[in-house]
């Protein structure tokens, strides 16, 4: 399998653990990221030619990625 790009751990790798442990301890955390993890390799698979997508289609999914990536952001920069 080719190397996924933009995982959550390589996007914020200075949260490593606190991604691991909201992944245990908060629901809404949890399906952000795991909503993240099946995006982000839908949008790999669209790269890569593997699943054949349009152009908007794949704009619309890196946009939804972008959002949930912000929210994500906001979480883990959180006390």
Same mark, same amino acid.
């Given at each position: 399998?080719?190397?996924?790009?933009?995982? /959550? *751990? +390589? #996007?914020?790798?200075?949260?490593?653990? $606190?991604?691991?442990?909201? $992944?245990? &301890? %908060?629901?809404h955390?949890?399906? /952000?990221a795991? +909503?993240?993890?099946v995006?982000?390799? &839908?949008?790999?698979?669209? +790269? &890569?030619?593997? #699943? *054949?997508? &349009? %152009?908007?289609? #794949?704009?619309?999914?890196?946009? $939804?990625?972008?959002? /949930?990536? %912000? +929210?994500? *952001?906001?979480?883990? *920069?959180?006390?």
């Open positions: 399998m080719t190397h996924t790009p933009h995982e /959550l *751990a +390589e #996007e914020f790798p200075e949260y490593a653990q $606190k991604i691991h442990d909201l $992944k245990l &301890s %908060d629901a955390f949890t399906r /952000l795991d +909503e993240y993890h995006l982000n390799r &839908s949008i790999h698979r669209a +790269e &890569s030619g593997t #699943e *054949a997508v &349009s %152009d908007y289609t #794949e704009i619309e999914m890196r946009k $939804k990625r972008m959002r /949930l990536k %912000d +929210e994500i *952001a906001n979480i883990l *920069a959180q006390g």
